[in-house]
């Protein structure tokens, strides 16, 4: 699995690609924020590489393209995108308002998973990342934008 990202760490990370920031201040915050740029560099979170292991673990006994529970099939990146019945379940750079990452940290219903225990504070940590860096689905992709917010 490797070692997970902070989300401050992976910000300065962008920042640095883009060339915002000079390479003497990206290490120095790098360092500061509790990592390394090139450990953000090179383990950028992703969907095939990281999510996809914990949902076949733990969620696609219910949330297959046979079941779809909640009309929803995490199977693939794609399908995941969708959502499910009752909408989007992610918000990209947004773990907080993400219903995916609510439900399985059990701060809103329905908890997931439903039964047994709660997911690991390292497998929850590589949710959080993964939707705070953009939803990537592989290493090649783009960070997704994040929608604008609405009162």
Request: with cysteine; charged share 20%.
């Amino acid at each position: 699995m490797g070692t997970s990202v902070s989300p401050t760490t992976l910000q300065i990370a962008r920042l640095a690609e883009k060339k915002s920031i000079g390479p003497v201040f990206t290490l120095y915050a790098c360092l500061i924020s509790g990592g390394l740029l090139s450990a953000a560099a090179a383990e950028k979170v992703t969907y095939d590489d990281h999510v996809r292991p914990i949902f076949a673990d733990r969620c696609l006994n219910c949330h297959n393209p046979d079941k779809a529970k909640g009309g929803l099939d995490l199977t693939t990146y794609s399908t995941m995108m969708q959502g499910g019945s009752s909408g989007e379940i992610v918000n990209s750079g947004e773990p907080g308002s993400s219903r995916l990452f609510r439900s399985v940290t059990h701060a809103e219903e329905p908890f997931m998973p439903p039964k047994g225990e709660k997911l690991t504070t390292q497998r929850l940590n590589l949710i959080r990342d993964w939707i705070a860096g953009g939803l990537l689905e592989n290493s090649g992709s783009k960070a997704k934008a994040s929608k604008p917010a609405f009162n």
